[in-house]
Antibody, heavy 117, light 107 residues
Framework: EVQLVESGGGLVQPGGSLRLSCAAS????????MTWVRQAPGKGLEWVAIIKQDGSEKYYLDSVKGRFTISRDNANNSLYLQMNSLRAEDTAVYYC??????????WGQGTLVTVSS | DIQMTQSPSSLSASVGDRVTITCRAS??????LAWYQQKPGKVPKLLIY???TLQSGVPSRFSGSGSGTDFTLTIISLQPEDVATYYC?????????FGPGTTVDIE
């Protein structure tokens, strides 16, 4: 079955940076849009960013535009999220997910990002 | 941007009951609507896409309907394993906004 494994989460100070990774396996990674979705503690789901198969199109949640960058490496079946200028409100579990027609059919287990001093 | 609302925010029902959750978009999204189930402490799971198409492996007691701005998720006969929070998501265009969620509990 499809496997998505996130890593790179942790504790970071406000204004700091963090790079999340998502290792994909058991499907043809280069054939799918891929996305990041986050969930603040005790809150609902919030879509963050999405990237096209070849990386030529990217879309972001307004509140992360200019601070977060989504990218991918199809040769290594990996998805990334570079997060800069982090704020307390970015604290959340970050999930990577596979996108079919922009609905998300497989999700990783998530990685927790905590922004706090 | 299109806003997504859900009602109710929570509900409690008995095993075997029919449960209906409503999702509304602030503007029309044709049928670009998905439903997800998130059990406590677990990863979200896609239940329904294109408003009414059941994802592979999802029990047939789940069904979806609607188009345009109004959508419903129905559980025909609620089971104990259906205790979860249910989210709708619009995906006609970015941003791919989720609804606030509906928590379903067993009485």
């Amino acid at each position: 079955e499809v496997q998505l494994v996130e890593s790179g989460g942790g504790l970071v100070q406000p204004g700091g940076s963090l790079r999340l990774s998502c290792a994909a396996s058991r499907f043809t990674f280069s054939s799918y849009w891929m996305t990041w979705v986050r969930q603040a503690p005790g809150k609902g789901l919030e879509w963050v960013a999405i990237i096209k198969q070849d990386g030529s199109e990217k879309y972001y949640l307004d509140s992360v535009k200019g601070r977060f960058t989504i990218s991918r490496d199809n040769a290594n079946n990996s998805l990334y999220l570079q997060m800069n200028s982090l704020r307390a409100e970015d604290t959340a579990v970050y999930y990577c997910a596979r996108s079919v027609w922009f609905e998300f059919d497989f999700w990783g287990q998530g990685t927790l990002v905590t922004v706090s001093s | 941007d299109i806003q997504m609302t859900q009602s109710p925010s929570s509900l409690s029902a008995s095993v075997g009951d029919r449960v209906t959750i409503t999702c509304r978009a602030s503007r029309g999204i044709t049928n670009y609507l998905a439903w997800y189930q998130q059990k406590p402490g677990k990863v979200p799971k896609l239940l329904i896409y294109a408003a009414s198409t059941l994802q592979s492996g999802v029990p047939s007691r789940f069904s979806g309907s609607g188009s345009g701005t109004d959508f419903t998720l129905t559980i025909i006969s609620l089971q104990p394993e259906d205790v979860a929070t249910y989210y709708c998501q619009k995906y006609n265009s970015a941003p791919f906004t989720f609804g606030p969620g509906t928590t379903v509990d067993i009485e």
